[in-house]
């Protein structure tokens, strides 16, 4: 029996049980590439013990056998049994995803670095042996793991220590087969325990090399201005660095009282660098956090340049002007987070934008009145790099507007002229288009709604588009005449450096989707390959969950499609939050969200989602293939064919 025609039943539906899922496709769990993650996520631990005062000292030995061993001094992991699961709670840590001490907040652990509830597991999972030691109410207890999760020998007692002595030992030994190199960075291993020493102030981070012996300390006192400093220190600094921290005192939304942050930002003549931490965990990716930063720097800046009327006539200040000179280290403390992915690298809680912000903006407006030389060196830093990107754009206006096209009277447009800013929505329905005008930001968004399907033009000859409409407008405001694959293409007259689809999450959004990719791909193939074509993703549910108690505000969660939002309720049901207290609502279209909510989701650059349209390295003739399957007038036959094959395949959302 081929391939093909093998039954699909019963038998071919498999559960994978314990921790087989991170060893099938540990990809999902970790990064692959050394075993530095999941050493991390012990680490991790321990940093959280030390961040929520129970630690003073976090001690890490690489082994020369390439096991490394991680111990604090924090409070011991109970080894007791579980009340439900009756299995010794430190089992449990080890051999079960999405359990923990971290999801009940004022539970155990005020901050911690997430909710996924998987780390140490997968550490264990990935492991060939695990060795846990306990120090707790006067006795010690071992465990340990081989192969992943199973246990080799019980919870034993096998030692006494001091009643005020307490403090989890961690040793692991990776399984080189599930990483592309079984050596651990040192240098990368390095940077990553100072920088959890600089992140808490006052807390000892010790590391000995067993094969080179070579033994290093660090404890910052000073914490991250101190840190920063030294980083920067062979750059040309503008002013001075600006050093800070700021906490909410009232809880609103998903942002509990004392939620914040402190960060440390200094200006030099260089383009701008920066390290950003959620909870002591690395964000080498930034997110929301970064986004709220850069925002309270903004205003604060953009309002001291106002009042001093330092600004040139003509010349408005923006984001990037104050940001892309910008050195910063950012440590954000925040109770609920959510992260893209397990691996933790970019933060996406929406609501930490207004949180950082608004902690951000007051503190600084203070010290630029409190350094007033400081203060005018970065104003000016940032009026030149607005003044240089306001004469750029000004040629391309130039260019643009020497034509003699009409623009479209249906087109919204923006106020800027910085075309590698500025983003056109092309927006499925005048409904939705009523709501993204009032949604966008007008200096540098504009909004172009179109009216039912747009015309297929795969098989539509190059002299005929213009007769439809929609088409014609599209081509009109985009500044782009349709042209050939391949052909010398002039973009001098491109007015967006975003061109974004923005349809609603069903089939007959996908389908418009569709119409509009096959528009661009076949006539107009070097916006595509230039990478201005993106599409932007809306969320299909809103999870709200109401009020749990004092320091629990109600929270609403967006979330892009069912798996999301699978994944959103098992992590409530995790924290404890009762089916009755949450409510799923669906969006039916753009058309049902208001202004504020498509902001926040679909059309803020800080906190949307948005896929950038592209082919494949060597996969141009592929896709030629694909779409004259799909899209050509005489291919119905094939079409057939190939559904009647490939059907099955797709996840149909009816």
């Known amino acids: 029996m081929t391939q093909e025609s093998k039954v699909y039943d019963e038998s071919d539906f498999d559960v994978l049980e314990g921790l087989e899922p991170v060893r099938q496709v540990p990809g999902m769990y970790t990064r692959t590439k050394n075993p530095l993650h999941i050493i991390q996520e012990v680490l991790d631990n321990a940093a959280d013990e030390a961040q929520n005062g129970h630690a003073s000292r976090i001690d890490v030995i690489v082994h020369k056998d390439h096991s490394v061993s991680v111990a604090d001094n924090g409070r011991g992991i109970p080894v007791g049994l579980h009340p439900i699961k009756q299995i010794p709670v430190v089992v449990l840590a080890y051999t079960k995803l999405h359990a923990g001490a971290k999801f009940r907040k004022g539970n155990s652990y005020q901050r911690s670095g997430g909710l996924h509830g998987v780390g140490v597991a997968v550490t264990n999972a990935l492991s060939t042996k695990v060795e846990v030691e306990v120090k707790r109410d006067g006795k010690i207890h071992r465990v340990h793991f081989l192969d992943g999760d199973r246990e080799i020998s019980p919870v034993a007692e096998v030692g006494e220590c001091g009643p005020r002595t307490s403090g989890t030992r961690v040793r692991a030994w990776p399984n080189p087969k599930y990483f592309d190199s079984p050596n651990i960075p040192l240098g990368e291993f390095e940077e990553l325990l100072r920088s959890k020493a600089m992140l808490m102030p006052g807390v000892n981070v010790n590391f000995r090399n067993e094969d080179s012996g070579d033994e290093k300390s660090w404890c910052y006192k000073d914490g991250i201005g101190a840190y920063l400093a030294d980083r920067i220190a062979h750059l040309d600094l503008v002013g001075e660095v600006f050093t800070s921290q700021g906490y909410v005192t009232e809880s609103s939304d998903s942002i509990i009282e004392g939620d914040g942050g402190k960060w440390a930002v200094a200006w030099t003549a260089e383009s701008g660098k920066g390290e950003s931490y959620v909870n002591l965990i690395p964000t080498p990716l930034g997110g929301t956090h970064e986004a709220g930063l850069r925002a309270g720097l903004f205003e604060a800046l953009k309002a001291y340049c106002e009042h001093h009327a330092m600004l040139p006539r003509g010349i408005t200040l923006q984001a990037e002007d104050v940001w892309s000179h910008a050195q910063f280290v950012l440590s954000a403390s925040v109770t609920h987070t959510q992260f893209q992915g397990q691996t933790k690298d970019k933060l996406t809680s929406r609501e930490v934008v207004r949180l950082l912000s608004s902690v951000v903006r007051d503190p600084f407006d203070h010290w630029l009145i409190d350094h007033p030389d400081a203060a005018k060196k970065i104003a000016e830093l940032a009026i030149r790099h607005a003044t240089a990107r306001a004469k750029q754009g000004k040629v391309v206006e130039k260019r643009k507007s020497s034509g003699v096209a009409t623009l479209p009277g249906k087109l919204t447009d923006c106020e800027s002229t910085d075309i590698g800013r500025n983003e056109l929505f092309l927006v499925e329905g005048d409904s939705a288009g009523g709501s993204a005008k009032q949604a966008r930001d007008r200096e540098y968004q504009a909004i172009l709604p179109l009216r039912g399907k747009v015309l297929n033009t795969f098989d539509t000859a190059r002299d005929q588009l213009f007769a439809n409409n929609e088409v014609h407008d599209i081509s009109v405001a985009i500044g782009v005449d349709p042209h050939e694959r391949g052909a010398e293409v002039d973009l001098s007259g491109l007015r967006y450096g975003k ?61 892009l499609d069912e798996a999301e939002r699978s994944s959103v309720l098992k992590q409530l049901a995790a924290e404890g939050v009762r089916d009755s207290s949450i409510t799923i609502a669906r969006f039916k279209g753009l058309g049902e969200m208001n202004p504020e909510q498509l902001r926040e989701t679909t059309m803020h650059p800080d906190t949307r989602r948005m896929l950038q349209v592209g082919i494949p390295d060597g996969a141009l003739e592929e896709t030629v293939r694909a779409f004259h399957l799909l899209m050509g007038k005489g291919e119905a036959g094939s079409r057939r064919t190939w559904l009647e094959t490939k059907g099955d395949l797709a996840e149909l959302d009816v």
């Open 499 to 559: 061109i974004s689809l923005l349809t609603d999450a069903d089939v007959d959004g996908s389908h418009i989707q569709t119409l509009l990719l096959t528009l661009f791909f076949t006539h107009f193939p070097a916006l595509v390959d230039g990478g201005y074509i993106y599409i932007a993703q809306p969320p299909l549910f809103r999870v709200d969950v109401s009020a749990q108690g004092k320091g629990r505000p109600a929270r609403k969660i967006y979330c």
